[in-house]
């Protein structure tokens, strides 16, 4: 079935490091590919998506390429701040799975001044 | 515009009683999903609607657990009788019509519930 495999944390960086998270994912049809955000005591939110292959997602300085021929979603940030550490989920939604989405386990980043 | 709204924040109960969680969808839209996060599972799925209609309801941990969405603008996730174990931050979401596997779910703010 359809899956999400992301890169296991916690995750600590100093404050201007860069930053990735490895996301690999499993499915049989033509899924959409999500990072979602979610900060201590909130919900998630949507960081970035993309819907095709080849297509880039970005949002507040993150990135992320759809990569077909790899089946990945990397998170990347070329500079982090202290206001980016929060958990940070890969997920999918494939169209014959309804709009069911799958989520990896979370990434914990702290990021230290 | 409002999020999705959901009610209450915070639950503490006691083992045996039943609880009640709310959710108000974003208007417009036609789906929602009940989750469950806690640090040994992470996030779960418990159950999916679409058009009000539950579509998957395989994540139900057990028959103490139901759902319903008697509108478009309301549903609910009871637990009788709670259990400790039931402890967990448990979110709703919803997205709008459109493609399938194409929209992006919206996340309340979720219910922390602690059962003693």
């Known amino acids: 079935g359809d899956s999400v495999t992301q890169m296991e944390g916690p995750v600590t960086l100093s404050e201007e490091a860069f930053l990735t998270i490895n996301c690999t994912y499993t499915a049989t049809g033509y899924p959409s590919l999500f990072w979602y955000v979610q900060y201590p005591g909130e919900g998630l939110q949507l960081l970035l998506k993309?819907?095709?292959?080849?297509d880039k997602g970005s949002n507040k300085g993150f990135e992320a390429t759809y990569r077909k021929e790899t089946t990945s979603f990397h998170l990347e940030k070329g500079s982090v701040q202290v206001s980016d550490s929060a958990v940070y989920f890969c997920?999918?939604?494939?169209?014959?799975?309804?709009?069911?989405?799958?989520f990896g386990t979370g990434t914990s980043l702290t990021v230290i001044p | 515009d409002a999020g999705v709204i959901q009610s209450p924040r915070h639950e503490v109960t006691e083992m045996g009683q039943e609880v009640t969680l709310r959710c108000k969808p974003i208007s417009g839209h036609n789906s929602l999903f009940w989750y469950r996060q806690t640090m040994m599972r992470g996030l779960e799925l418990l159950i999916y609607f679409n058009n009000n209609v539950p579509i998957d309801d395989s994540g139900m941990p057990e028959d103490r657990f139901s759902a319903k969405m008697p509108n478009a603008s309301f549903s609910t996730l009871k637990i009788q009788p709670s259990e400790p174990r039931d402890s967990a931050v448990y979110f709703c979401a919803s997205s709008p019509p459109g493609l399938a596997g194409v929209d992006t779910q919206y996340f309340g703010p979720g219910t922390r519930l602690t059962v003693l």
């Open positions: 997920a999918l939604s494939a169209r014959n799975t309804g709009n069911q989405f799958y």
């Open positions: 993309a819907t095709k292959a080849d």
